[in-house]
Every structure is written in structure tokens, then in C-alpha cells.
């Protein structure tokens, strides 16, 4: 299963919206997941099975979508996050991960 | 506190073989299904292999089957991933991964540089 993310990059503001796309070459249900990654290190775990947040994870992120389209949101940038963000699926094997898009400063 | 502490990355030559080695603590092994997970140099971040709780089935990524052998010695705790036939394409960052719940990863190990050059 090949996950495409748009945009590539998004440059935006701190305290502006983003949205981050996620799209799946055939249905994975709502077997998705999204990471954050900064530079240096390791990924982290934001939200799993589409739209529940992994512990530790501020209300700001939420996800959606179903099917072939996902959506992760960060409803109000804060400096920290400003990274790359990744999509994976574990509906069947082999697993997979997207390309990912980086959120950077505006 | 769960932890995955890796070790053996190097730099290798071409045709050259490596052992990784991932060692857990913090939660019981023997029950998570375990992967390995990759990233070459400003790129993004790519599935490579994984193995079931109990090592009796295993599942690999198409650009490293045949060449790569993920196992498992539970009472060790450890995760391992013995890298054969090394190209440049196989210089990555790998990492062990440990799943929340089927196969979405909530711990990383810190990361093993794999340089495959002459």
C-alpha cells in the first residue's frame, strides 16, 4: 500500500493551522497512523488508528478520515512543532510509511 | 520505563555483512511483535522487517528479502537484524521499534547509523 502526503512542505506561522494530508493507494480502514520527527531523533508516536491520540499528546492534534483519506490537524502551531510528520499504515503487510511532510516557520 | 537500547552499526564495505542488535527492558518482550525501521540520510522513514512475539514468523520489506534476517532471543530481551549482500542503498539510521498495539510504534530505540561505502 503506497501512502501519498501533501503538501510536500507547509510553511506557516506559529498560532496558524495546519492541515496535513494523507492518502492511501487502497483502503486501509482506519488502520492509520501519524508521527512527528524532529531532526536528531527518533520518531514519535501522535496518533493511532486515524483519530486517537498516543498518551502524551496535546488536544491541538487530532486526525481523521477513513477509507483512503486521512487528515492530521494541528488546530494552533506552537514553535515546538514545527518538524516532519509521517503517515503509516499497519492494515496488511508489508507495512508502510509516507513521505512526509515538513512543517516549517513562515 | 520501557527501553530499547541499540548497538552495532558501522561502516561496512559493499558485499559486506553487520549484525544489529536491539536489547529491551520495561515491558514483556516475548509478547510484542517487534520491527525494525530504517531511514537513509534526509530521507524519509521506511518499514524493514519484523517478527512475531513468540520468532516463529517473520515478515520483511521487498528491498531487503533474502538479504536481511530479523530474529529474536526472548530470554535476552533482545531484537536482532543480521544485514547480509550490503549496498550503499542500506546506509540508513535503523531503529528498533516496539508497537503500542499492532504494529503502530509508541518506543524507538536511539537509532544505529549503517554506512555502507568503500
Known amino acids: 500500500i503506497v501512502l501519498t502526503q501533501s503538501p510536500a512542505t507547509l510553511s506557516l506561522s506559529p498560532g496558524e493551522r495546519a492541515t496535513l494530508s494523507c492518502r492511501a493507494s487502497?483502503?486501509?480502514?482506519?488502520?492509520l497512523a501519524w508521527y512527528q520527527q524532529k531532526p536528531g531523533q527518533a520518531p514519535r508516536l501522535l496518533m493511532y488508528?486515524?483519530?486517537n491520540r498516543a498518551t502524551g499528546i496535546p488536544a491541538r492534534f487530532s486526525g481523521s478520515g477513513s477509507g483512503t483519506d486521512f487528515t492530521l490537524t494541528i488546530s494552533s502551531l506552537e514553535p515546538e512543532d514545527f518538524a516532519v510528520y509521517y503517515c503509516q499504515q499497519r492494515f496488511n503487510w508489508p507495512l508502510t510509511f509516507g513521505g512526509g511532510t515538513k512543517v516549517e516557520i513562515k | 520505563e520501557v527501553q530499547l537500547l541499540q548497538s552495532g552499526g558501522d561502516l561496512v564495505q559493499p558485499g559486506g555483512s553487520l549484525r544489529l542488535s536491539c536489547a529491551a527492558s520495561g515491558f514483556t518482550f516475548a509478547t510484542y511483535t517487534m520491527s525494525w525501521v530504517r531511514q537513509a540520510p534526509g530521507k524519509g522513514l521506511e518499514w524493514v522487517s519484523a517478527i512475531y512475539g513468540s520468532g516463529d514468523t517473520t515478515f520483511y520489506a521487498d528491498s531487503v528479502r533474502g538479504r536481511f534476517t530479523i530474529s529474536r532471543d526472548n530470554s535476552k530481551n533482545t531484537l536482532y537484524l543480521q544485514l547480509n549482500s550490503l549496498t550503499a542503498e542500506d546506509t540508513a539510521v535503523y531503529y528498533c521499534?516496539?508497537?503500542?498495539?499492532?504494529?503502530?510504534?509508541?518506543?524507538w530505540g536511539q537509532g544505529t547509523l549503517v554506512t555502507v561505502s568503500s
Open positions: 521499534a516496539k508497537p503500542l498495539r499492532a504494529n503502530y510504534f509508541d518506543c
Open positions: 488508528d486515524a483519530s
Open positions: 487502497q483502503s486501509v480502514s482506519i488502520h
